[in-house]
T-cell receptor
Framework: TQLLEQSPQFLSIQEGENLTVYCNSS?????LQWYRQEPGEGPVLLVT?????EVKKLKRLTFQFGDARKDSSLHITAAQPGDTGLYLC????????????????FGKGITLSVRP | GAVVSQHPSRVICKSGTSVKIECRSL??????MFWYRQFPKKSLMLMAT?????????EQGVEKDKFLINHASLTLSTLTVTSAHPEDSSFYIC??????????????FGEGSRLTVL
């Protein structure tokens, strides 16, 4: 059973379009993270959301944490080819982050392709 | 942000040989390092948790004799794939934490190491 469900799995859009992708779970999280990974590289942290209902913006990327802290969305405005990559949501299970040994669990990821 | 570096970034080896991958935290002391495996277009699967000076903790289904992990210092952890087989071909990624990331936690990831076993 996948704890973090991400959708859609694959998305191919034209440059300039807007998009929203999702990370859903039946579990409540103390925080949730979004990463972007480019081919052949490690994931890079984009944002951490902590408070239910929280909205964080990173240039053209808008992240929202659900009110119940069970889900999150990522909205990209006017997508550009440079946004192409694998978007991963991740969370610390079993009570959240409690220290260095806390294990981060990832969703399956959303592969985004932005065509010029 | 903190820097984690992996070496080598790519390695090709013959079946039956062993390969060592290094993970270094360059500007902080990593009390804990994690090793992940990633198949093409798939998510990261945690293999093991590596603590400095103690034995690694392996996730269910990961063979500890196959994937040897050594965390000999606060800045270096190594993953050795022993007697490699083609099915071990994958992208291996490490991450590190210094344990001082508040309630949200932040892990820093290496660039990954692509292993191809012929």
């Amino acid at each position: 059973t996948q704890l973090l469900e991400q959708s859609p799995q694959f998305l191919s859009i034209q440059e300039g379009e807007n998009l929203t992708v999702y990370c859903n779970s039946s579990s409540v999280f103390s925080s949730l993270q979004w990463y972007r990974q480019e081919p052949g590289e490690g994931p890079v942290l984009l944002v951490t959301v902590v408070t239910g209902g929280e909205v964080k913006k990173l240039k053209r990327l808008t992240f929202q944490f659900g009110d119940a802290r069970k889900d999150s969305s990522l909205h990209i405005t006017a997508a550009q080819p440079g946004d192409t990559g694998l978007y991963l949501c991740a969370a610390f299970l079993q009570g959240g982050y409690t220290g260095a040994n806390s294990k981060l669990t990832f969703g399956k990821g959303i592969t985004l392709s932005v065509r010029p | 942000g903190a820097v984690v570096s992996q070496h080598p970034s790519r390695v090709i080896c013959k079946s039956g040989t062993s390969v060592k991958i290094e993970c270094r935290s360059l500007d902080f002391q990593a009390t804990t390092m994690f090793w992940y495996r990633q198949f093409p277009k798939k998510s990261l699967m945690l293999m093991a948790t590596s603590n400095e000076g103690s034995k690694a903790t392996y996730e269910q289904g990961v063979e500890k004799d196959k994937f040897l992990i050594n965390h000999a210092s606060l800045t270096l952890s190594t993953l050795t794939v022993t007697s490699a087989h083609p099915e071990d071909s994958s992208f291996y990624i490490c991450s590190a934490s210094d344990g001082h990331r508040g309630i949200t936690g932040e892990l820093f990831f290496g660039e990954g190491s692509r292993l191809t076993v012929l």
